[in-house]
């Protein structure tokens, strides 16, 4: 695999990251199963794209981006809290409405945005002779601030009352805790940082395309779980690493699968592989755990 | 003070199954007092704490601590009011969070909760002093995971939980039930020691007679969703456990003699 090759999977395995840390907080943190994934990832990059392409500062484009993203969470939560709709069921309306929101916002099945501003142009030169190079540091230093911002944020009393809530909600609110406010704005924080994804996802491959969103919620379980199976902890700091080390191993291997010829696999078998990746996570804490009892492990 | 004024509630009401729990039942509890409750399965103990947490609403009746009606509040914004110990050791405390983050719940208990970290040092501190009353050695095991603690140490720190901040009443609902008879002592012990140094008003659900009066300062006995007895001072310091039973089977016994007119 080329150097470049690399960097190309490190650069998306960056941004899933971003998208694993949200569906961390949905799955894991709020303990609730959210689709609404596959629809706030392209939500994320219509708007950005939109913005961008109508000569908006992309930084800004990526804040609207996140918002919007924050209001699709919102309604899933809402559908789940208020109107007590399933919260899978909640999250695949969601989903669904989100295609049809996302064609009329960029009012195309596709936006191109090759030869417009991103968040990573002030960096590359003009040949664009280190653009492999600058892309992926950009969004490293991303991960990072974001990385920081929500392990200070899951210490602080709000974030406490957050994580209660997900783990047994009726002491929660026996402790003060507001439950359903709760839910409201950790859904809205997940997905924002997942549409926040979306839009630097645009800004790396060039153009919005409403289709890019399938599969986006399989991807960031896959990190989380890779990431809880190689590094286990309860300790926040930890997981939130764990996930994002998960999401950048998870491209790895694609990326090493995809480009190994020997093996004689295509682009197209990327959902397969994917499959059988978050398979085999799953059941390897179980093959472990059999492992040891069979080798006279004390455990 | 808390004031319960007839109240009423039914759960599955028009259905086959429907459950009749709470029928006019009307209870006053001073400031400072301690009451212990009994009654058969189904007679209504834990819907009435349930009823006094917020947890569920009642049909009918009103609720109201220190002359604010409560009736209508949810439960968290109930809980600056009522601190509460439930019956499950897993209930009360929150699995996969820490003892320290635990009590830090608990320690912002009807306040306001912000961006500011939620165990500064002098929590850390205060927790420590805390649990080292306990003498169960948790002083030293702040950072460890509450599911990692016996179901005993889980109700202690849940009592050292519940006060942490003041609080109008403390429900306490079979907080024993679960746990092996010394552990069941130990905790009551600490119970009766919580509640007298913070002068607590309280509540608490219990199946045994023999606590009931032992502890606290008065004894109610609830039936079909109602008071049916009510003994404090020096009439129940003459009860025994063998009056309180008699007492109880006539109830029953009332009951049956009801449904036998009934039915004849």
Known sequence: MTPIALMGALEIGLIFALVALGVLISFRILDFP???ADGSFPLGGA????LIAGGHDPWLACAFGALAGAASGLVTAWLHVRLNILQL???????????????????APNMPLIGSPTVFAPFIGEALENSWLVQPAVLAVIIVVTKIALDLFFASQTGLAMRATGANPRMARAQG???????????????????????????????????MGVGTIVVGLAAVIIGETLLPSRKLWVITLATIIGALLYRLLIAVALNADFIGLQAQDLNLITALLVGFALVLPKLKAKFSRKAGGKH | MLRADNLFKTFNPGTPIENPVLRGLSLTIESGQFVTVIGSNGAGKSTLLNAISGDLFVDRGSLHIDEQDVTRVPA??????????FQDPMAGTCEGLSIEENMALAWHR????????????????????????????????????IDLLSGGQRQAVSLLMASLQPSRILLLDEHTAALDPKTAAFVLELTDRIVQENKLTAMMVTHSMRQALDHGHRTVMLHQGRVVLDVSGDERKQMQVSDLLAMFEKTRGEQIDDDALLLG
């Open chain 1, 34 to 36: 959210d689709l609404t």
């Open chain 1, 47 to 50: 708007v950005a794209a939109t």
């Open chain 1, 89 to 107: 069921l909640a999250s695949i309306l969601v989903m669904i409405a989100l295609y049809s929101i996302n064609l009329r916002i960029m009012g």
């Open chain 1, 177 to 211: 805790v507001a439950t359903e406010r709760m839910v409201l704005s950790g859904m809205a924080l997940s997905n924002a940082l997942i549409a926040l994804a979306g839009a630097l996802y645009v800004q790396t491959q060039g153009g919005a395309d409403v289709s």
């Open chain 2, 76 to 85: 968290w914004q109930r809980a600056g009011m009522v601190a509460r110990v």
């Open chain 2, 110 to 145: 009807g306040r306001s909760r912000g961006f500011g970290r939620a165990i500064r040092v002098e929590q850390r501190e205060l927790f420590r002093d805390k649990l080292a009353m306990l003498k169960l050695g948790l002083e030293n095991r702040l950072a460890d995971r």
